[in-house]
């Protein structure tokens, strides 16, 4: 068996970057004291969701990775002894990018990831805010343990989570801000059902730990629903947040259970890539 515990922190956001950094300090090290190996921030952690708004500066929420947010995220990882992902707005020269961060317990920069994926909807006018993922899809090691770092959007691409997958991911953390927006019509029906119901199904049919942490209260004309939560390679929610708790997600797992269902079901060696050629087209 091979097991990790992880942690996820669900946050309201608030105005106040300092204040919102201090208190995701906080519950980073009590999700540590209660066993916490690995520890997964929210999406755009330390700012408000930006982007459900037009025409901000971008210069007053984004960050160099060797700025102030990173370097108390990398000092909070070494005084916790905690391995922490941390997403932020990024800014390298003259670009922009929604960044996943990931920083081992001895407080050193295991690489980023860049969103690959980015919408571009009433309430979230990502594409006037964030340039495409460049780096590709990554895999990092801590403890002997593989995962993936997708972000938010990256979510509904089925692709994303199987090259994950095949790159040898063991969980897939997805930081997210995502939300129902207030007087909007959805005919589509219930957001956050789809919104969990997709990610379960990337477990089951790669046979992987899927963790996706959301925020909670209300900003602007979005409330964002929370629960986040942690579910495991049969599509079974383990663990789930509230709707608008300030809460840490902490669950061990067992990631022995991967293979059991790999092995079992098939969904990997079973894969049929040259039939596959049509998903590369437009």
Known sequence: MKFITIGLVQTKVSDNVAANIEKTIKLIGQAAKKGAKIVALQELFQTPYFPQWEHKNKDDYAENILGSTIGMMRETAIKFGVAIIVPFYEKIKDKYFNTAVVIDK?????????????????????????????????????????????????????????????????????????????????????????????????????????????????????????????????????????KNKEEIILAKLDLSRNKLYEEGWGFIHNRRPDTYRKILGK
Request: charge should be neutral.
């Open 106 to 242: 001895k407080g050193r920069l295991l690489g980023q990831y860049h969103k690959m994926h980015i919408p571009h909807d009433p309430g979230f006018y990502e594409k006037e805010y964030f340039e495409h993922g460049d780096l590709g899809y990554k895999i990092f090691t801590i403890d002997g343990v593989k995962f993936a770092t997708l972000i938010c959007y990256d979510q509904w691409f089925p692709e994303a989570a199987r090259v994950a997958k095949l790159a040898g991911a063991e969980i897939i953390f997805y930081p997210t801000a995502i939300g129902n927006i207030l007087g909007s019509n959805t005919p589509e029906g219930d957001w956050h059902d789809a919104w969990e119901t997709v990610q379960r199904g990337h477990a089951i049919a790669n046979n992987i730990y899927i963790a996706a942490i959301n925020r909670v209260g209300r900003e602007g004309q979005t409330l964002f629903f929370g629960q986040s939560f942690i579910s495991d390679p049969f599509g079974k929610i383990i663990k789930r947040g509230s």
